[in-house]
């Protein structure tokens, strides 16, 4: 499909006027009785999965705009007497990947970028023949792990590694690099895809990432208490924890961002959905390519989208979601289109049962089950 053939929306709405907002879709009445029957639901499940002191984060539920469940607990950090808030921003790992997939969709749709051309035509020195756009949103490049490769190459760890270093490491190294498949084959998660990614939005827009999201979707959209982070923003962040409670340190992977690195709440990727479940920017035909499932070479409900995990169940309904890990930080952010339904558990002190929000997608519908717990493959490789 060529980067032409999605312009029926001009978007005029991408102004640099600061002041200008996106208009979200109106939340829709929710009878009282559906209310209190998904708030107490909910409330079971938190309170067998996540209501004791090893829980350090916030859980959202909404239905059609509203919000059904919402508790916030534990401290910032978790030693202090600092609780968690509404405002409270957690690094929601790769979750962030929804966004990057989103920005090129954005430019896409612009006539800016084709996303069924190579990755070579815009960075000419890319000698990975074969490997689109696409490829890299749908992650079926091939292209080995940065978070493992830099290393075995021998990065020095004393140096924080940035986006464009992956970009030369896999161009002046490529003849020592291992685990390099031939492009769209298969499905293989990896977070190198979306590192270029943000390169690229970089190169089309000719601005920074983190200013691109913050411009294009943080500002427009009142996300407020969102941001990517950067060393400038070090005052910000909420710190992360292993199980135990002990202090997680930052390391020489933290500065690559488009794969992780935003910050946020649950309000404000509730504002996310909506924005995404209406048409205040994106056409259908955006939106179908995001939700399309590019990985069918093996069989079950689970697949990948453009920046999106998805469960597709036998009526053809179909869960959204990205789900995140990095450090001790843990996220999960679901979405039933159908249902105009959301999910949202973050948390920063490590903790896997912020994976079990699957469950409660069987509260919106009796075709929807939740598959075993699943946390992607954020975690760097145990020695």
């Known amino acids: 499909m060529g980067c032409k053939e999605n312009q029926s929306k001009s978007n005029t709405q991408a102004k640099k006027d600061s002041s200008f ?24 499940w938190y309170d067998s999965l996540l209501n004791n002191e090893r829980f350090n984060g916030a859980v959202l ?44 969709l954005k430019l896409w749709q612009e006539g800016k970028i084709d996303i069924d051309q190579q990755y070579s035509a815009y960075f ?17 490049s091939g292209l080995p792990n940065y978070l493992y490769f830099m290393e075995d190459l021998g990065w020095n760890n004393a140096i924080s590694i940035k986006n464009q270093d992956v970009l030369d490491w896999l161009i002046n190294r490529k003849a020592e690099l291992k685990d390099i498949s031939k492009p769209d084959t298969h499905f293989t998660y990896c ?30 959209l009142n996300m407020n208490h ?31 961002y488009g794969d992780k690195n935003i910050y946020s709440t649950p309000k404000d990727l509730l504002i996310w959905h909506r924005f995404l479940s209406g048409d205040a920017l994106f056409t259908s035909k955006t939106l179908t390519q995001a939700y399309t499932p590019y990985s ?21 309904r179909k869960m959204i979601y990205h789900n995140g890990w990095w450090h001790g930080n843990n996220a999960s952010f679901i979405r039933l289109l159908n ?33 075993e717990d699943e946390e992607g493959s954020e975690q760097v490789r145990k020695k």
């Open 21 to 44: 907002t996106y208009q979200l879709s109106p939340e829709k009445p929710l009878p009282e009785v559906e209310k209190k029957r998904l708030n107490y639901l909910c409330s079971q």
């Open 61 to 104: 539920v909404a239905k059609n705009g509203n919000i059904v469940f919402e508790k916030y607990q534990g401290n910032n950090p978790p030693e202090k007497n600092n609780p968690v808030t509404d405002s409270t921003p957690f690094h929601i790992a790769s979750v962030t990947k929804t966004f990057t997939a989103m920005a090129v």
């Open 124 to 140: 000419p020195s890319f000698n990975y023949p074969g490997v689109t756009v696409r490829c890299l949103l749908n992650h079926r």
């Open 191 to 220: 977070n190198t895809n979306y590192v270029l990614l943000a390169l690229l939005i970089e190169k089309i827009s000719t601005q920074s990432y983190p200013a691109y999201i913050k411009m294009n979707f943080f500002d427009p």
């Open 226 to 256: 969102s941001f990517v982070f950067t060393e400038a923003e070090t005052g910000r962040i909420t710190l992360s924890y292993d199980a135990g409670g002990g202090l997680i340190p930052m390391n020489h992977l933290d500065l690559t």
């Open 296 to 316: 069918n070479e093996k069989k079950g409900i689970r697949n990948y989208g453009l920046g999106w995990r998805m469960n597709i169940y036998p009526d053809g």
């Open 339 to 371: 249902e105009d339904a959301c999910i949202i558990v973050l948390g920063n002190r490590q903790n896997r049962n912020i994976y079990k929000a699957k469950y409660l997608v069987e509260l919106f519908g009796s075709g929807y089950k939740s598959d």
